[in-house]
C-alpha cells in the first residue's frame, strides 16, 4: 500500500524517559513533517525536511530531535519525556510544488 | 502569527445541509484547505481553494471564500452519519509550506 505509516501507534511511558516515533512514506515525497495535536485537539507544525534538510523547525523544546536518514524516512526523538509531551503526532509528507500533504495515522504518546 | 479560528461545534440532522465556517487573520496564504479527521485516526483532504477563487464546488463540498472579510467556509450537502468528524480549515504560512490549522469544529449527524 502506498502510504504514510508510523509506529508505533500508542506509546505509553514514564516521565524523563526517551523515546523514538519514526515515521515512512512510499509516496516518493521529497518533503516531511511532524505535527503535534493535543488533547484539545489543536494541531500545529513543528518540524519539517526537504530532501533531508531541515526546513521547519518552530519553537519547539530542543529535547525533540527530528532525524531523516533518508528522503522516504523522518524519525522523531524526545528525550527527557514530559507529561505535557502527552499528545498524537502526526507525520506527513508532500512533492514540493503540490498542495496536497498526506498524513499518517498518528502516533498516540501518553507520559505517565 | 497567523490566527485561525472555527466554532468548536455543529449538529445537524442527517439529510440537512451543514456550514463549517473559519476566519483567519493573514492573508497571504495562496491555498485554502479542507481536512477531515475521523475518530482515531489521521487527516485526510477534503478539498481546497485557490486564494483568487470564491467558490469551489466538489460534488456534495462547496468551499465559499470571502477574501475581504478573511473568512471560509465549507458547505456540506445531504450531511450524511459518515460525515460525523472533526473539520479543520487550514492555510499554508510562509514559503515553507506548512500547513496552519484552524481550532478544528466537531460535526455530530443526527440520524
Known amino acids: 500500500d502506498t502510504a504514510v505509516s508510523q509506529t508505533p501507534k500508542y506509546l505509553v511511558t514514564q516521565m524523563g524517559n526517551d523515546k523514538s516515533i519514526k515515521c515512512e512514506q512510499n509516496l516518493g515525497h521529497d518533503t516531511m513533517y511532524w505535527y503535534k495535536q493535543d488533547s484539545k485537539k489543536f494541531l500545529k507544525i513543528m518540524f519539517s525536511?526537504?530532501?533531508?534538510?531541515?526546513?521547519i523547525n518552530e519553537t519547539v523544546p530542543n529535547r525533540f530531535s527530528p532525524k531523516s536518514p533518508d528522503k522516504a524516512h523522518l524519525n522523531l526523538h524526545i528525550n527527557s519525556l514530559e507529561l505535557g509531551d502527552s499528545a498524537v503526532y502526526f507525520c506527513a509528507s508532500s512533492q514540493t510544488g503540490d498542495n496536497e500533504q498526506f498524513f499518517g495515522p498518528g502516533t498516540r504518546l501518553t507520559v505517565l | 502569527g497567523e490566527d485561525v479560528e472555527q466554532s468548536l461545534f455543529l449538529s445537524v440532522r442527517e439529510g440537512d445541509s451543514s456550514v463549517i465556517n473559519c476566519t483567519y487573520t493573514?492573508?497571504?496564504?495562496?491555498?485554502l484547505y479542507w481536512y477531515k479527521q475521523e475518530p482515531g485516526a489521521g487527516l485526510q483532504l477534503l478539498t481546497y481553494?485557490?486564494?483568487?477563487?470564491d467558490m469551489k464546488q466538489d460534488q456534495r463540498l462547496t468551499v465559499l471564500l470571502n477574501k475581504k472579510d478573511k473568512h471560509l467556509s465549507l458547505r456540506i450537502a445531504d450531511t450524511q452519519t459518515g460525515d460525523s468528524a472533526i473539520y479543520f480549515c487550514?492555510?499554508?504560512?510562509?514559503?515553507?509550506?506548512?500547513?496552519?490549522f484552524g481550532t478544528g469544529t466537531l460535526l455530530a449527524v443526527q440520524p
Open positions: 493573514d492573508s497571504s496564504s495562496t491555498y
Open positions: 481553494i485557490f486564494s483568487n477563487m
Open positions: 525536511y526537504n530532501n533531508k534538510e531541515l526546513i
Open positions: 487550514a492555510l499554508t504560512g510562509g514559503a515553507t509550506n506548512k500547513l496552519i
